[in-house]
């Protein structure tokens, strides 16, 4: 099992990045997927999900409207859109199951300062 985030960097505030996490075949297709950050000192939260055939989303209170999660089965691609981006959602993204019960991969650092 592979999970592997990229597209961060650092961005001002009110800017957008793209997100992008390739997975594995056997574990893509056919599962809920969702996208999680850690701050510094904090506990990794979930931010986003989408079901297996992208037909349904959910969002944490915190990102709803601004972050839009999608995905890609044939490219076995999760993806997260942030837009409108303020300093408190500075963290490392990781994408995993949606039940977050897969090995976690290397996540992407978002840092949004002025």
């Known amino acids: 099992v592979q999970l592997q985030a990229s597209g961060g960097g650092l961005v001002q505030p009110g800017g957008s990045l793209r997100l992008s996490c390739a997975a594995s075949?056997?574990?893509?297709?056919?599962?809920?997927m969702g996208w999680y950050r850690q701050a510094p000192g904090k506990e990794r939260e979930l931010v986003a999900v989408?079901?297996?055939?992208?037909?349904?989303?959910n969002y944490a209170d915190s990102v709803k409207g601004r972050f839009t999660i999608s995905r890609d089965n044939a490219k076995n691609t999760l993806y997260l859109q942030m837009n409108s981006l303020k300093e408190e959602d500075t963290a490392v993204y990781y994408c995993n199951h949606a039940l977050g019960s897969l090995p976690w991969g290397q996540g992407t650092q978002v840092t949004v300062s002025s």
């Open positions: 075949v056997s574990v893509f297709r056919v599962n809920a």
């Open positions: 989408i079901s297996g055939g992208g037909d349904y989303t």
